[in-house]
């Protein structure tokens, strides 16, 4: 497990009530914006946040646990953007949220996931839309349409949202080295996931794991276009044709067609 250098040490990873640290039901997939917190650290948080869709009613005690987490995690994203990821200590989030440190790693294991916690459903998102696809279309159908619908939508989640709040969060993943390595392990555990709801063989793995690197891909692609200056309304028709033609090459294998 990649750490920034700073984790619980002998400390209790788990959450409260040994639940699992990666936080409540977020779902980043369909965007970042929901509400705003206050100036722009808070905003930026806010906006990072409509990675998240509305999930199943939640008890008291789990309601709480989620404002918790989102307490504590706007509050380090606030911090992350004004000063830098490394600048920030776990003591000084922990203080910010009026809390211990201790009680911070028991709801994020390591200082990146305060971060990354924001997509940890988005993990089983791609096995969510192979799942319960209509009777009749094939798994990369379903995909394709979901990722094409995503990029209609400016979902952030495919790189083409030109917010400038999103855009700050993402530049703030995409430029700390110890959180794209953190993210790795949320990819993988999205392959995972993909694998199972593909059926769980060996050759359902290594679907998931071209699949996942392809939706990374085309999201990284359409985010570097963004950040350089372009607008989303004019990287769309370009994006919308890569991803057809990252589907294509999906179904058909690495093996070029014959030329004519």
Sequence with gaps: MVMSGENAGNESVGGPGNEPGSGPGH?????FVRESG???GGQAAGHARQLSAGSAPLGLRERKKQLTYQAVSDAAIAMFLERGFDKVSVAEVAAAA???KPTLFRYFPAKEDLVLHRFADHEDEPARVVAGRPSGDSPLDALRRHFLDGLDRRDPVTGLCDVPEVLAFLRLLYGTPSL???MYAYQGRS???LARALGGGALDRLAAGQIVAVLRILALDNWRRIDAGESADRVYAGAVQAAEDAFVQLRTGLEPGPRG
């Design 27 to 31: 779902r980043p997939g369909s965007g």
């Design 38 to 40: 206050h100036g722009s």
């Design 98 to 100: 009026d809390i211990s």
């Design 180 to 182: 794209v390595a953190r």
């Design 191 to 193: 392959e995972t996931a």
